[in-house]
């Protein structure tokens, strides 16, 4: 497929501008039998818009918030802002993705249909992969016990940039020739310009790195556990209410990637069962496929809860966001904090995270990152003349 003669390629390219190959092969999948492809925007269209518009709103408050705050310019927090940054670019591209369906699907070229759908998987892709890329990160830190060695920086920027290059490459596949055109008893239904085999590639790499990430987290839950258990035997009073603070740490950091994983495998199965089934499944024979539209947006909430995760399990999180998108609300001109402030700033949906903030008093750590950076108060930072004598 991808060593073809320059008659062979003058003949795809042909076929990619030819717009009768979208209508041949959504008609030989039973595609055009309802009146979905002559219709305008449907309710259900119009309500995947509106999340996908949350989506972008909520990872950009994100991501600004992130950019904003220096206690956030660590490299863990690089991975955070890589995953952050795929959730908000799928939001654009699904969004682009539900305008250029329908009516307008027929009007496509396959060159468009597959820029179209490539976008959407591209980001999508990141955003599975760049899990995987926390999880690796998570788990060498805790290997090592060196959260910040000087190569970690550079580590991070392989780890994000090896996300993309691997959902670039797997999104771009279809483009450069494993596509079903002129091969229509290969096709997928959900997809009809794509073969099945791809469809299945896909979903095993997919399903791969799903276990990698559990059983990545699986062992540092195991090492995490053991390391606690063995040094708590020969450690003194106050040593040990020091490494009970670090393993709550830890395990307040694992919980909060721990929920993000399982609100993805929650949002995400269906759809790769939908995949699954698509490719054993004779084309017309399951009437399921038809229905991929609302598999894939259930898929998509995965991104507009990530941000709403990080918010609820990160105090320093939620501080940062609250400030950015009401300082107002919470701070007086002369750079007081308000009284109906301090309890937003202040709550906690943690009881890791409470505990932490018993033991340690003024004293904070960031714990959504990883990286176990204990700090002075960013309250007393940030508004000292609420602390002044």
């Not at 708590?232 to 009073?237: A, I, K, T």
């Not at 894939?296 to 501080?319: C, E």
Request: glycine content about 6%.
């Amino acid at each position: 497929t991808f060593s073809m003669q320059p008659e062979e390629m003058l003949l795809l390219y042909l076929c990619y501008q030819d717009n009768s190959v979208i209508v041949e092969h959504y008609n030989h999948t039973g595609k055009l039998q309802k009146d979905r492809y002559r219709e305008g925007l449907k309710p259900e269209g119009i309500a995947f818009l509106v999340v996908c518009l949350l989506i972008v709103l909520e990872n950009a408050v994100v991501l600004i918030a992130i950019w904003r705050n220096k206690k956030f310019h660590l490299p863990m927090y690089y991975l955070l802002g890589n995953l952050t940054l795929s959730d908000l670019l799928a939001g654009i591209t699904y969004m682009a993705n539900i305008i250029m369906s329908g009516p307008n699907t027929l009007k496509l070229t396959p060159l468009l249909w597959f820029l179209r759908e490539g976008g959407v998987f591209i980001t999508l892709a990141a955003s599975i992969i760049s899990l995987l890329a926390i999880a690796i990160e998570r788990h060498v830190t805790m290997v090592t016990m060196r959260p910040y060695h000087g190569a970690k920086r550079g580590r991070m920027l392989a780890l994000i940039g090896a996300s993309w290059a691997l959902a670039g490459f797997l999104g771009v596949l279809p483009i450069l020739g494993w596509n079903c055109i002129h091969r229509l008893d290969q096709c997928s239904t959900v997809l009809p310009l794509y073969a099945k085999s791809y469809i299945l590639c896909c979903v095993s790499v997919f399903s791969a790195v799903l276990l990698a990430i559990v059983v990545l987290y699986a062992r540092v839950f195991r090492i995490v556990r053991t390391n606690t258990q063995r040094q708590r035997l020969g450690l003194s009073g106050s040593m040990r209410k020091g490494l009970a603070r670090k393993s709550q740490k830890y395990i307040a950091l694992l919980k909060t990637v721990t929920i993000v994983l399982g609100v993805f495998i929650a949002c995400w199965l269906p759809l790769f069962l939908l995949l699954l089934l698509d490719f054993f499944c004779p084309t017309l024979s399951c009437r399921l496929l038809y229905k991929a539209d609302y598999f894939l947006g259930v898929a998509m909430v995965n991104s507009l809860l990530n941000p709403i995760i990080y918010t609820l399990t990160s105090k320093d999180m939620r501080r940062a966001i609250l400030r950015l998108l009401c300082r107002p609300c919470l701070m007086t001109r002369d750079g007081q904090v308000k009284k109906i402030g301090m309890p937003f700033l202040e709550c906690s949906f943690s009881k890791t995270e409470v505990a932490s903030q018993k033991l340690e008093g003024g004293v904070e750590t960031t714990v959504s990152s990883g990286n176990v950076v204990t700090t002075p108060s960013p309250i007393k930072a940030l508004y000292p003349k609420l602390f002044k004598s």
